[in-house]
């Protein structure tokens, strides 16, 4: 690790939480499989020297897609720097050197435990801080637009919704041919207030995708989240949401395509503090070729969170006889006025359905894109165009050089 070490020195510019965090994370040390959480991920394959260049290694333009979405109400981020924001009457922007919490406890503390995530905070080079105004209501969508030039993407991003106010957010990350990116996201909103955030990953599969989101959910408060991820060589994303006020709700939404051999990780927490709060997790994918999916997922209600309403489902539907899915699903309840439920199922498409479709005169190969599509579908409410047509690329293309190969 003697490369990346020499090029994170530099990068820190002697910030003493960076520093604190830094020296953490070596006394930590890197994840292993040995590690119950790390045991699905090919870190046989990972070294942190193969991704030191903190330069820009591609002058290449952004795609189509992530250019689309930068036409409209934005924030372009290059390199986890921002490059040009776009932002309508209520919202700001501010960036800080330093890094902190939104729930205003020490950042190293806060994430002493996860490895990656302390290699954000000592490496991003700003904390990207959004806040909309209490009584704001938008009517159009921010996107927030991620490219990777570098071989490291480090990244910490917060939003903060006003009280009484309503903002959706698009999160695309483009580009990273043979990157380590690593975004970390906060999310804080107030009393009588909705946050929406859709995240679509498409980066190169020879890339590496480690994120992690945390919400903080006030009396009255919505989060919605949907988790879109296709691309990467091992794409991993932890959501967590804390219900810290009577009547929160919080709706995630997970969903991936892998192929080739792509490993795609989610893991979720949502957390129930406050009493009468609501909890809907729903993790959805399909895995070809000789790719794999895990879902582990975390139902966790404290004493005294009485009438909570919590469930969680995960499907996962195999394309190939050689692809895997893993489901975890878990419950940690301590209080006993509550309702929870979780369910799992893992198999290859439905015979009757591909048959009925056959049936009616469709040929094999559109039967089985219209029954992914459809499988998919449920996953996509509320994306943007621009993501939709590029998950429907991404099942296409599965199908043709999977399924149909």
Known sequence: MTNFSNSATVRMNGDPTRLEAWDHFVQVGLPSTKDEVWRY?????????????????????????????????????????????N?????????????TTLDRSPVVER????????????????????????????????????????GVNFSLTQIVVGEGSYASFVEYFDGAPDALVVPLSEYSVAENASLEVITCQRLAHS???????????ERAASLQQSIIGLGAHYNRSRNDAHLLGAGAVNELR????????????FRTRQYHVAGRTDSRLLSKGAV??????????????????????ARQTNHNLLLSSTAHADSVPNLDIRENDVMCAHASTVGPLDELQRWYLESRGVPPREAERLLIEGFFTEMLVGAPAEIISGVSEDVTRVLSEELVG
């Open 41 to 85: 991920a090919p870190l046989h394959d990972f070294s942190l020297d193969q991704f030191a260049s903190f330069e820009p290694l591609t002058n290449n333009a952004i795609s189509a897609r992530a250019a689309e979405l930068l036409s409209g109400p934005s924030v372009h981020i290059v390199d986890g720097v921002v490059k040009s924001s």
């Open 111 to 150: 994430y002493a435990a996860d490895t990656f995530a302390l290699l954000a905070i000592a490496l991003a080079p700003e904390t990207l801080t959004l806040r909309i105004a209490p009584q704001t209501r938008l009517s159009q969508s921010i996107a927030l637009v991620h490219e990777t030039t570098a």
């Open 207 to 217: 890339a590496w995708h480690i994120a992690r989101s945390t919400g903080y959910l």
């Open 87 to 99: 932002l309508p009457a209520g919202v700001t922007i501010t960036s800080s050197t330093t890094p």
């Open 254 to 265: 997970t969903t991936f395509l892998g192929s080739g051999t792509q490993v795609h990780d």
């Open 288 to 309: 070809a070729g000789d790719s794999r999916c895990v879902y582990t997922g975390l139902i966790e209600i404290e004493k005294g969170a009485k009438r909570t309403d």
